[in-house]
C-alpha cells in the first residue's frame, strides 16, 4: 500500500510540471475557455495535467486506447490469438506488442497536442531551427510522459496492491473532484449573493451533490447485481463414489461491460470536436454548423452518445462471450440448464438472456453518463468537470481496490478489511 502510494504522490508531481517553452498565462486562459468540450473531458481524465501542459498531460489514455486496440485485434487477426493462448509466454509477448502500440499514440497525440498549442498561440519559440528543436523537445517530454506512467502503472501491479494502470485514472479523476466541489460550492455562494437573479442555485447546487451520491448508490447496485442461470450436473459413478447432482448456477454480470462502452463512445464523438479545434472551420459555413452540432451541450451528441452506449455494450457482450461454446462447455461436463435441450437449445437460451441482461446493463450505462451532461444543459451549471464516466471509474476501482486488499489479508490470515 506504502508503494502505491509514493507512485500515486510521483504521479500528481509529475501532473503539475509543465514542459518548457510555453506560455503559462496564455495557456490557462486557454483551457478555461474550452473547459466544457473535449479537451475538458481529457483533463478530467488526466487529473488536470493536460491543462498545465505538464509532463503527464497525455495520461494514461494512450495505454487504454492500445490495449482495446490489441484486444480486438486478438479477434481479427489469428497470430495474435494464437499468441494469447499460448499462456504466459504469449500474454508477456502481447504486453510487449501493447507498450509499442502504446508509446506509438502516445508519440501521435503529443505531436497533435503540440500543433494544437502552436496553432493557439501558446509555444514560445515556433520560427527557424529554434522552433524545430522546440517542438521536438516538446513531443519528445510527452511521449516520454506515457511511457513513464504506463511504467508506473505496471510498477503498481508487481509490487503494490495490483491494478496499477485502474489506480493511477483513478487517482486523477479523484483529484479534479476538489475542483468539482468548489465549482459547486460558487454557484451555491452566487445564490446566496444574488437570491432574486441567481436564488435557484440555492437548490440546484445542493440537487448536485444529493444526485451525485444518487448515481454512485446506482453504479454499486448495478455493480454487484448478475443473472442466475441454474445449472443441474447429472451423478456419475467413478470406482465406488458418486460424483456430480448438484445444482449450481453461471452469474452473468449486468454490468460485464464496465465502463468501456462509455470510453468507446466517447472517443468517436470527440473526433468532430477535435477536427473542430485543428481545422477551425470559418463560423457560418456548413462545416462549422455542422461540427457545432457534436458539441457537449447539443441534443444530437446526446442522442448518438446514447446510441453508440448501447451499440457498444452489445459489441462488447458479443467479444466477451460465446453462447455456442457456453453451451458446449456444459454439455461436456454434463451439465443442463433445467427445461432446456443441451445443445444448440441450451446456446440459444443463453445468448436469449446475455441479450437481456446487456439491454438492461448499456441503459445502467447510458443513464450514469447523460445524467450530468443533461443536469448541466438544463441548469446551466458549466464548468462541472465531473462526468458520469469518472464517477463509473471511481466506484469500479474502489470496489475492486477493497476486494483486493479483502483477498490479500485472507492470504495472509488476516481479518476482513471491513471487520
Known amino acids: 500500500m506504502l508503494f502505491t502510494l509514493l507512485i500515486i504522490v510521483v504521479f500528481r508531481f509529475g501532473s503539475v510540471i509543465p514542459v518548457p517553452f510555453l506560455e503559462a498565462s496564455a495557456l490557462a486562459n486557454l483551457m478555461q ?27 494514461i489514455t494512450p495505454y487504454i486506447n492500445s490495449s482495446i486496440i490489441m ?17 504466459e509466454e504469449g500474454r508477456k509477448k502481447i504486453a510487449t506488442i ?26 514560445k519559440y515556433t520560427a527557424g531551427f529554434g522552433g524545430v528543436f522546440v517542438g521536438f ?25 495490483g491494478n496499477g494502470i485502474s489506480m493511477i485514472l483513478f487517482a486523477g ?24 437573479g441567481s436564488g435557484r442555485f440555492l437548490v440546484l447546487a445542493p440537487l448536485f451533490i444529493v444526485l451525485f451520491l444518487v448515481v454512485i448508490w446506482v453504479i454499486v447496485f448495478m455493480n454487484e ?22 445444482s449450481t448456477h453461471l452469474p452473468v454480470k449486468v454490468a460485464m461491460s464496465g465502463v468501456m462502452p462509455v470510453i468507446f463512445a466517447s472517443s468517436i464523438l470527440q473526433i468532430p470536436q ?42 462488447y457482450m458479443s467479444v466477451q462471450y460465446n453462447p455456442l461454446e457456453m453451451a458446449n462447455n456444459l454439455r461436456q461436463s454434463n451439465g443442463t440448464v433445467p427445461g432446456i435441450r443441451p445443445g444448440k437449445p441450451t446456446a440459444d437460451f443463453i445468448a436469449k438472456i446475455l441479450s437481456k441482461v446487456t439491454l438492461i446493463g448499456a441503459l445502467f450505462l447510458a443513464f450514469v453518463a447523460l445524467i450530468p451532461i443533461i443536469y448541466t ?43
Open 33 to 59: 475557455d474550452s473547459a466544457n468540450s473535449a479537451l475538458g473531458y481529457i483533463n478530467m481524465l488526466t487529473g488536470g495535467a493536460f491543462s498545465y501542459a505538464s509532463l503527464f498531460a497525455m495520461g
Open 71 to 87: 484486444q480486438l485485434l486478438t479477434i481479427a487477426i489469428p497470430a495474435l490469438e494464437r499468441l494469447q493462448k499460448e499462456g
Open 98 to 123: 501493447t507498450r509499442y502500440v502504446t508509446v506509438g499514440l502516445g508519440l501521435i497525440q503529443g505531436v497533435a497536442y503540440y500543433f494544437y498549442l502552436r496553432n493557439s498561440g501558446i509555444v
Open 137 to 161: 523537445v516538446i513531443v519528445l517530454a510527452f511521449t516520454a510522459g506515457t511511457a513513464l506512467i504506463m511504467w508506473m502503472g505496471e510498477q503498481i501491479n508487481d509490487k503494490g496492491i
Open 173 to 196: 479523476i479523484v483529484a479534479r473532484l476538489p475542483v468539482t466541489f468548489g465549482m459547486v460550492w460558487q454557484f451555491f455562494s452566487l445564490g446566496l449573493a444574488d437570491p432574486s
Open 225 to 246: 447485481a448478475e443473472r442466475r442461470i441454474p445449472v443441474q450436473y447429472a451423478k456419475k459413478v467413478v470406482g465406488r463414489k458418486m460424483y456430480g447432482g448438484q
Open 274 to 315: 477535435f477536427i473542430q479545434f485543428f481545422a477551425n472551420p470559418a463560423e457560418g459555413t456548413f462545416w462549422a454548423s455542422f461540427l457545432n452540432a457534436f458539441t457537449q451541450t447539443g441534443w444530437v451528441y446526446i442522442v448518438l452518445y446514447f446510441l453508440l452506449i448501447v451499440m457498444f455494450a452489445y459489441f
Open 377 to 419: 444543459m438544463v441548469t446551466g451549471m458549466t464548468g462541472l468537470s465531473l462526468g458520469g464516466t469518472s464517477v463509473i471509474i471511481i466506484v469500479g476501482v474502489a470496489l475492486e481496490t477493497v476486494k483486493q486488499l479483502e483477498s490479500q489479508m485472507m492470504m495472509r490470515h488476516y481479518k476482513g478489511f471491513l471487520d
